[in-house]
């Protein structure tokens, strides 16, 4: 596996340990639809959320949440969307997204609710 996908991986599974620490039931990881990857899909209460992932070390250029651009967000909505009509789940939906700063073994981590909503 390259350097940047067992970062990517490092991330997706602290942000899952992390969203199970807050309440969180996880209800699906690295899910596809079509051109969609749904990266964290859990719920709490009465709310769907789809966890979208990023993960940078210290010193990157960018910021984890910044890569979340227009594009990204279609598809994710897309993907949503799937998951929605397959699961036939009757709750709201929201996305999120978790930054993650990896600094050796310590992390920062940004948890955005209601990061980015549907276009009408």
């Given at each position: 596996m390259s350097e940047h996908n067992e970062v990517g991986k490092q991330g997706e599974d602290i942000a899952a340990a992390y969203l199970q620490q807050q309440g969180y039931e996880l209800l699906g990881r690295n899910l596809f639809f079509r051109k969609a990857e749904l990266d964290i899909v859990a719920r709490k209460g009465g709310d769907l959320v789809f966890v979208e992932v990023k993960t940078r070390s210290k010193g990157a250029l960018m910021s984890?949440?910044?890569?979340?651009?227009?594009?990204?967000?279609?598809?994710?909505?897309?993907?949503?969307?799937?998951?929605i009509e397959q699961s036939?789940?009757?709750?709201?939906?929201?996305?999120?997204?978790?930054?993650?700063?990896?600094?050796?073994?310590?992390?920062?981590?940004?948890?955005?609710?209601?990061?980015?909503?549907?276009?009408t």
């Open positions: 984890p949440e910044q890569a979340v651009d227009y594009r990204k967000q279609k598809f994710i909505i897309e993907g949503a969307a799937a998951f036939d789940l009757d709750l709201d939906a929201r996305f999120d997204i978790i930054s993650i700063v990896l600094n050796g073994d310590d992390s920062e981590i940004d948890h955005i609710e209601n990061a980015f909503y549907p276009s």
